[in-house]
């Protein structure tokens, strides 16, 4: 059975960090990419950002850019770094594993999804 396993969320003030983690399980994630999203309350999912496990490129959105970071454990671990949060980014995080390498995840080619953890940003 795959599982993508969220962990880290939590509440944080404005301007503070937080790691988020996802563990993969239940098959070879190898070729795969893997991602974030996130949903704020009345809002529609929208991407974050993607890692490639083969080669470790990473895509990631505007909105995040110089702020958030993913890496990988390069075995069935990804992480993202969220630095200098802000209120806007409060919202459920959700771990995607996509089929069709780096770039994918970001057109919405997403097989598995994780439960999402929240992150709230308070001002």
């Known amino acids: 059975q795959v599982q993508l396993v969220e962990s880290g969320g939590g509440l944080v003030q404005a301007g503070g960090s937080l790691r988020l983690s996802c563990a993969a399980s239940?098959?070879?994630?190898?070729?795969?990419?893997m991602g974030w999203f996130r949903q704020a309350p009345g809002k529609e999912r929208e991407f974050v950002v993607e890692?490639?496990?083969?080669?470790?490129?990473t895509s990631i959105a505007d909105t995040v850019k110089g702020r958030f970071a993913i890496s990988s454990n390069a075995k069935n671990t990804v992480y993202l770094q969220m630095n200098s949060l802000k209120p806007e980014d409060t919202a459920v995080y959700y771990c995607?594993?996509?089929?069709?390498?780096?770039?994918?995840?970001?057109?919405?080619?997403?097989?598995?999804w994780g439960q999402g953890t929240q992150v709230t940003v308070s001002s």
């Open positions: 995607a594993a996509g089929p069709y390498g780096l770039g994918s995840i970001r057109l919405g080619h997403v097989e598995y």
């Open positions: 890692i490639s496990w083969s080669g470790g490129g």
């Open positions: 239940g098959r070879t994630f190898s070729s795969y990419a």
